[in-house]
């Protein structure tokens, strides 16, 4: 069975603060992926990357970076929390290219900056 | 851009009964497909899928989906729902780009209600 594992399962920070939001999975996929997901909003994807070292910006990639050192691990990084930023964080991977392949997601963590 | 539309936020459905969960996409061309269940405190399982070729798919669980290029839709559907079926459901679509690696576009769910 595929898995893919989150640091965390609730995270509090506090306003400015660096967070750093781990992702592993364990299958060598190929892409991996961060969705925030907010009640009312669905998912809605941050970064996605499709090989080690690489990125690409989703749809709502402001206030966050990524960084991918090694195939299995994608993280997450919030340089400077906000409230705004409270939210519940998955991650993804899948398999190969063109997105046509099932995404497997993490059990997510839940955020919260005061 | 792509887009995906759950018109529904919340369904109630007593115990037995049928399900339809409606999904209209916007996009230019015949987008991939998805749906995801998520469980209270769990993370997205797929349901199902469909790429290509027969519009009727089968996925887990018990539930189908129907592709209807003319009206834009892939609607869920169970025939019997079950007390653990009570869950948030999304559709998504995904683009074919060709290349490279694409996120998924999601619908903003649907919350099902069972009912004893």
């Known amino acids: 069975d595929v898995k893919v594992t989150q640091s965390s399962r609730y995270l509090v920070k506090r306003t400015g603060e660096k967070v750093f939001l781990e992702c592993v999975q364990d299958?060598?996929?190929?892409?991996m992926f961060w969705y925030r997901q907010d009640p009312g909003l669905g998912l809605r994807l941050i970064y996605f990357?499709?090989?080690?070292?690489?990125?690409e910006k989703g749809d709502i990639p402001e206030g966050y970076s990524v960084s991918r050192e090694k195939k299995e691990r994608f993280s997450l990084i919030l340089e400077s929390a906000s409230t705004n930023q409270t939210s519940m964080y998955l991650c993804a991977s899948s398999w190969v290219s063109r997105g046509t392949d099932t995404q497997y997601f993490g059990p997510g963590t839940r955020l919260t900056v005061l | 851009a792509q887009s995906v539309t759950q018109p529904d936020i919340h369904i109630t459905v007593s115990e037995g009964a049928s399900l339809e969960l409606r999904c209209n996409y916007s996009?230019?061309?015949?987008?991939?497909l998805f749906w995801y269940v998520q469980s209270p405190g769990q993370g997205l399982q797929l349901l199902l899928k469909y790429f290509s070729g027969d519009t009727l798919v089968q996925g887990i669980k018990g539930f189908e989906a129907e592709f209807k290029r003319s009206q834009s839709s892939f609607n869920l559907r169970k025939p019997s729902v079950h007390w653990s079926d009570a869950a948030e459901y999304f559709c998504?679509?995904?683009?074919?780009?060709?290349?490279?690696?694409?996120?998924?576009?999601f619908g903003k769910g649907t919350h099902l209600i069972i009912q004893p």
């Open positions: 998504a679509v995904v683009p074919y780009s060709g290349g490279g690696a694409d996120g998924l576009t």
């Open positions: 990357s499709y090989d080690v070292k690489m990125k």
């Open positions: 299958m060598d996929h190929e892409n």
């Open positions: 996009y230019g061309a015949t987008p991939y």
